[in-house]
């Protein structure tokens, strides 16, 4: 679970928040003298990045207001939090000027150790019984 | 549907007709509610006006000046004494009113935030159907609703006063603390039902003694 540095609400819940993909892919000035490839890779295609990844997300069940983030998808460090239309910040700088949250690092950093080394152990660790107590909750719901 | 054969049926009448959107689980908060530890109860009919405008814009100034004040950030709730505006979003805010205050029970608040608004950029709307309100009340209320949301609910962290948007039982509700013991919760009239359930729910170890 990510807690995610609402600029406008502060901390929440990653059940709050809703993913946008990736950030700063500008729509084609001319999109009439694209050629189909052109359209397909502007509409489908999207980078795969290890490591640092500026991605939109909506705060939907809070403010209702997008927002940019540029977050580690190995470590899922939050590094920055940013507004819509503002330059994606420096991949080494933690936390530009213009967002203001000063309180997003100790919410990351602990999030960031936690969750991948959880969920990794949970689905290694744990023998079949507990899986299959699971699956039936599940469908019911 | 077969009402419409009858044009008898007056404007009264048709108000006395609403039924809220927990009305069928009233005698469940009623037996489901333990005295002077958590009590649920459904307040129907609230005034509720969606407002969409810029606070800082002379159409949000001459908003303000009707409702008593918009407010600034991320849960503060402003107003006079029983018209409250909850922060919603940067410029969304959610005017909450008495049933009286509707123009179906002669109410002005809603004509005077559209003359208020007048032309400017923004919208008033009537949401007075959109939501229901629930009560939780009593020193259990914070441990009920802890069981299902994400939100640091300590004292010290929200204080009384404060409105936030939120899930609560995987519901998206609006979440007003009115009093140190006092809850408002506004879900949206198609989760009542469910989300008046799941407090029920979770009251029900609070009527038992408690084990030590």
Redesign the interface.
Known sequence: MLLISCPNCGSRDETEFHYGGQAHVPYPENPNELNDRQWAEFLFYRDNTKGAFAERWLHSTGCRQWFNMLRDTVTYEIQAVYPMGSPRPEAAGKVTAETGTASLAPDSTTTGTAAPSTTGTSISGTSNTPASTTAPEGATK | MAETAAPATSYEKNLSLRVSPAAQLRADFETGSVRGVVELSEIAFLTMVGLRVNRSSDAGQRVASVTGGLPAT??SVSGTRDTSVLW???E?FLVVAPREAHESLGGELIQALRGALGDGAGQVVDLSANRTTFELTGPRARAVLEKGC??DLHPRSLLAGTA????IG?I?VVLWKTGEETFRLFPRASFADFLGRWLLDAMREYASPEVP
């Open positions: 991320c849960g919603l979003g940067p969304e994400s939100l936030l948007s939120t899930e995987n998206p």
